[in-house]
């Protein structure tokens, strides 16, 4: 059974950072492409941002260009996202997610909250 398990998310104040990580198991396949997606208090969930586990090629959802970075760990099955300059905008629940032809695996999430 494939899991996805996220960690890293909490309290941060405007400016900070924080690192994400996700780690998959269970699985005897290599994802194609894994990915960040968040989901805010009444509204709905958003690309943030994915990396293709062959090659690296990374996408960005505007919003959070110049301040958030995608990196994996093929090695380990593993995913990151670090996470600077915070706005109270990025306050959401983070999920990890990852892709396989037309089947994707998700993360239960991780809160992130950013306020004063």
């Known amino acids: 059974q494939v899991q996805l398990v996220e960690s890293g998310g909490g309290w941060v104040q405007p400016g900070g950072s924080l690192r994400l990580s996700c780690a998959a198991s269970g699985t005897i396949f290599r994802f194609d492409v894994m990915g960040w997606y968040r989901q805010a208090p009444g509204k709905q969930r958003e690309l943030v941002a994915s990396?293709?586990?062959?090659?690296?090629?990374?996408n960005y959802a505007d919003s959070v260009k110049g301040r958030f970075t995608i990196s994996r760990d093929t090695a380990r099955n593993m995913v990151y996202l670090q996470m600077n300059n915070l706005k109270p905008e990025d306050t959401a629940v983070y999920f990890c997610?990852?892709?396989?032809?037309?089947?994707?695996?998700w993360g239960k999430g991780t809160l992130v909250t950013v306020s004063p």
């Open positions: 990396i293709a586990i062959d090659g690296g090629t990374t």
């Open positions: 997610n990852g892709a396989r032809f037309t089947t994707n695996y």
